[in-house]
């Protein structure tokens, strides 16, 4: 795999943010998952705040996972692929001056992009299943220092600005997320939209900056446009938050039953010895090493 520094990489995701045309990017929670993504030919991918403490810690996305768990996770899914990543840093994990150091670090992680949210940094306890969103200023102000940080670093990381229909009215929403805009975000992000009319609104509300979409039908419980009605709406990137974690889970959680009741996973349901080695590298691996065997009179 040729190695690409994220600097690169931000170049190359930013070309696809001007390419016609939307574009998919699955949400990886891990080193192997990313190479997945990659294999399937998926020209970027996430990563989710969500994923990282699911994958790293096995706990609840609820404020656990630091700073530090992040840029480390960051950085070795990073290395296992060539494509860009954006990679979720939640609000920045702290002030504005906390949140410059976290651009810094996810730069130097090898991120192509980081996505910044607009919720408190620290929910108090018992309402941690809320939406609960800084102010407008601090949230304007969070793009900003990220802004700057970017600049001062000499990086071209794209910076994700993020908010949440469900903390707030469609008007409020739109209007913070015209507000990144204004203050450098490279795209918006507008999480929770559940209507057509709700996105259509808030795309036609936001035109000089590329959107970005959850698609959040991927169980099948909820109705969910297509990926050309996205288009249509006004999208240019559409994320998979679960399509990788969920299933994972379910398979995981259906093999184990299986064992436990005495039995094996489905059949067809492991992937074999080989395909496994093929996924991880094995094959090239061991290609490669053949450049460097010595003669057995030098050994």
């Known amino acids: 795999m040729a190695i690409q520094t994220g600097e690169s990489l931000a170049k190359v995701l930013r070309g696809l943010l001007e390419a016609p045309g939307i574009h998919q990017g699955p949400v990886c929670y891990d080193a192997l998952s990313a190479k997945l993504v990659e294999k399937a030919g998926f020209p970027f991918c996430f990563t989710g705040g969500f994923h990282t403490a699911a994958s790293r810690l096995g ?19 990073t290395e296992a692929v060539s494509i860009p990543v954006i990679g979720d840093a939640d609000d920045g994990f702290g002030n504005a001056m906390n949140l410059k150091r976290t651009v810094r670090g996810y730069i130097r992680a090898g991120y192509a ?16 299943h809320e939406k609960l969103v800084a102010s407008r200023e601090e949230s304007v102000m969070r793009i900003k220092a990220a802004v700057d940080a970017r600049k001062e670093s000499g990086s071209d990381i794209v910076i994700v600005g993020r908010t949440d229909r469900l903390a707030m009215s469609l008007d409020e929403a739109i209007w913070r997320s015209r507000a990144f805009a204004e203050a450098g975000a490279d795209v918006v992000f507008l999480d929770n939209l559940y209507s057509r009319e709700e996105m259509k609104a808030f795309c036609d509300a936001i035109p000089q900056v590329p959107k970005l979409v959850a698609h959040m039908g991927e169980g099948g419980d909820k109705p969910f446009p297509t990926l050309s009605e996205f288009a249509d709406i006004g999208y240019k990137l559409v994320a998979y938050p679960f399509c990788l974690l969920g ?19 489905p059949s067809g349901s492991v992937a074999s ?19 460097y065997v010595l003669p057995a009179s030098q050994q």
């Open 59 to 77: 706990l609840p996305d609820c404020d656990l996972t630091s700073y530090a768990e992040f840029v480390d996770h960051g950085r070795q899914i």
């Open 113 to 128: 992009g980081i996505m910044l949210d607009d919720q408190v940094s620290v929910k108090p306890c018992g309402r941690g």
């Open 247 to 265: 299933v994972s889970i379910q398979a995981m959680q259906t093999a184990l039953s299986a064992v436990k009741s005495g039995g094996l996973p």
């Open 273 to 291: 010895m080989d395909k496994m080695k093929e996924v991880l590298g094995f094959h090239s691996y061991f290609e490669e090493e053949k450049r």
